[in-house]
């Protein structure tokens, strides 16, 4: 009895195993002969889609984020509205001088020529005049005078030690070798603003500052007045930016404030330097001066247009309007993640001055991808191309 229980289950598992092996037969002939390869293939892409990582993931490597030059810049912060500025490339103020005669004289040597390189101090003329040499010849009899009365007083403080001379005696020559130094240095400081000149009255006039000279005003043999013009030197490094803006303008800018300018040369970023209300002439508007921030100024007198913002500038983020890319119709920038750049989908605001405002979508403590953001976006697009295929 116990034998023929023990054949009965048997059979009944091998019943079992023919129905599943049957089944799983009528499965594969139900479809078809392609079967087998489309569920290798479909397991295949199931692999590969999880080998290339998330939805707009893009793999870039440190080297080759580098070779792309792709400029991963952080999230900023600033707002506002953006005003458009006219303006040109202008000299500053020290950058050109006008140099003068300090006494009048005889024009003994003309030393410079127009076009010329000069350095700070370097001699453009050489004068002779009798003015300058009454002034040092005050000056050496001033500085005899404080020496006479420099050992009267020193010969007066020995023999008052010495009970022969009374005080009241070396008081006196005190205070008359005091005079006589404050004379010397009047007469000494006449003389070098006379342009230090030597014993006969020759002196040299220099230039204030370096540069190139525009113009020489005087020949040898002439003679040229105390204020005369001699020669005209200016600086051609040494140019600023100069807007005209609107008069409301001057209380929204300030000094160190970011600007945008476009040149002959392209564009480049600035920095407000200086604003001046009311110093734009007739018609009352503001000036606003600015330099350059690592890029140097196209020549003197080249129209350039300027683009600064103003309102808040504290507020909301802000991100590079080059960062901001569309992707299958959504605004996204891209977020540097492990081993690349991840796609994020943004709301994007108001643009001022090269930046575009993020009301939604990023944090402001994201790195994300600046210069160059559009390869990652070319990369995005063809990686899908190829999987499409």
């Known amino acids: 009895m116990r034998q023929r229980t023990s054949n009965k289950t048997l059979l009944i598992g091998g019943a079992a195993a023919v129905i599943l092996l049957a089944a799983g037969g009528f499965y594969l002939l139900s479809r078809g002969p392609d079967a087998a390869p489309a569920v290798a293939e479909s397991n295949a892409a199931e692999a590969e889609g999880q080998a290339d990582g998330p939805e707009g993931f893009v793999e870039l490597s440190e080297s080759q984020i580098q070779g792309a030059n792709i400029l991963v810049v952080g999230v900023g912060r600033g707002g506002g509205a953006e005003v458009q500025l006219a303006g ?128 020489v005003q005087v020949g040898p043999g002439g003679f040229v007045a105390q204020g005369g013009v001699v020669a005209e030197v200016t600086n051609p490094a040494r140019v600023e930016l100069v807007f005209t803006a609107p008069p409301a303008l001057a209380v929204d800018v300030q000094a160190g404030a970011p600007l945008r300018v476009s040149g002959p040369g392209g564009d480049f970023d600035a920095v407000v330097t200086g604003v001046a ?51 299958d119709g959504n605004t996204v920038v891209f977020v540097q993640v492990a081993k690349g750049f991840q796609s994020r989908p943004v709301l994007a605001g108001r643009q001022a001055g090269g930046r575009t405002e993020i009301l939604r979508g990023l944090t402001g403590s994201e790195r994300i991808a600046g210069t160059n953001a559009f390869l990652l976006k070319a990369e995005l697009a063809k990686g899908e191309a190829e999987h499409g295929h």
Do not use: H, K, W
């Open 277 to 327: 209300a009311g110093a734009g002439g007739a018609n009352g508007g503001a000036v606003i001066r600015a330099r350059p921030t690592g890029s140097v100024l196209p020549p003197a007198g080249s129209a350039v247009s300027g683009a600064i913002v103003t309102g808040d500038t504290t507020g909301g983020l802000t991100v590079p309007s080059e960062a901001v890319q569309t992707v």
């Open 88 to 215: 040109r490339v202008e000299p500053m103020v020290d950058a050109r001088a006008a140099v003068a005669a300090s006494v009048g004289g005889r024009v003994e040597r003309v030393l410079v020529s127009p076009g010329q390189t000069v350095r700070i101090g370097q001699p453009l003329a050489s004068l002779v005049s009798g003015e300058a040499a009454t002034f040092r010849a005050d000056a050496d009899a001033a500085a005899a005078q404080t020496e006479a009365a420099r050992q009267v007083y020193e010969r007066n403080r020995n023999l008052a030690e010495q009970g022969v001379v009374a005080r009241q005696e070396v008081e006196a020559s005190r205070a008359q070798l005091l005079s006589a130094e404050a004379g010397a240095r009047a007469a000494r400081a006449r003389s070098s603003a006379a342009g230090a000149p030597n014993v006969a009255g020759r002196l040299s006039v220099t230039s204030p500052i370096a540069g190139v000279v525009t113009s």
